[in-house]
Each structure stands twice: as structure tokens, then as C-alpha cells.
């Protein structure tokens, strides 16, 4: 799996356990809606570190603590 699928996951996976929906992200984030459902999109390939980080701000987390994963540590190189 991709980085930004695993971005992805693991978003969707601390809102499912905090009971947080999308919008409710984006306003804790200070994003629009717009933006964190591009991201969640198939459509989308990729997503910055910038919105990252705002979601996490959002979330009251760090980055290490988001990213401190296993299914991160295990990620395929994305350059083939």
C-alpha cells in the first residue's frame, strides 16, 4: 500500500475511534470540508505534509505520534 492510502487509513481510523466525522475533522483542523474529502478521495495521489499536519493539529496529536505505526514502518518504496 501507498503512503497517502496509509495517510488515509489512518485518519479515517483515529476519527472512527474518536467518533469524529469528516466535517467535524475539517473544523478542528481549520480546513475546509472540501479539502480533507479531496484527500479521501481515490482520485486524489497524494497528499501534503501541510494538510497532514493540520489534521493532526486538529487532532491534537503530533506527527510522530501519527505516524508511529507499524503498517507506516512497512511501506513499500514508491519509487519503482
Known amino acids: 500500500m501507498g503512503v497517502k492510502k496509509e ?3 489512518r485518519f479515517k481510523q483515529i476519527c472512527e475511534e474518536r467518533n469524529i466525522k469528516l466535517n467535524e475533522l475539517a ?3 481549520g480546513v475546509t470540508p472540501s479539502t480533507v474529502y479531496s484527500m479521501f478521495s481515490d482520485a486524489r495521489k497524494d497528499v501534503s505534509i501541510i494538510t497532514i499536519k493540520k ?3 486538529g487532532l491534537e ?3 510522530p505520534e501519527f505516524f508511529n505505526t507499524q503498517s507506516f514502518e ?3 518504496q514508491e519509487i519503482k
Open 55 to 57: 489534521l493532526c493539529d
Open 27 to 29: 473544523t478542528l483542523a
Open 7 to 9: 495517510v488515509v487509513k
Open 61 to 63: 496529536m503530533t506527527l
Open 74 to 76: 512497512e511501506l513499500e
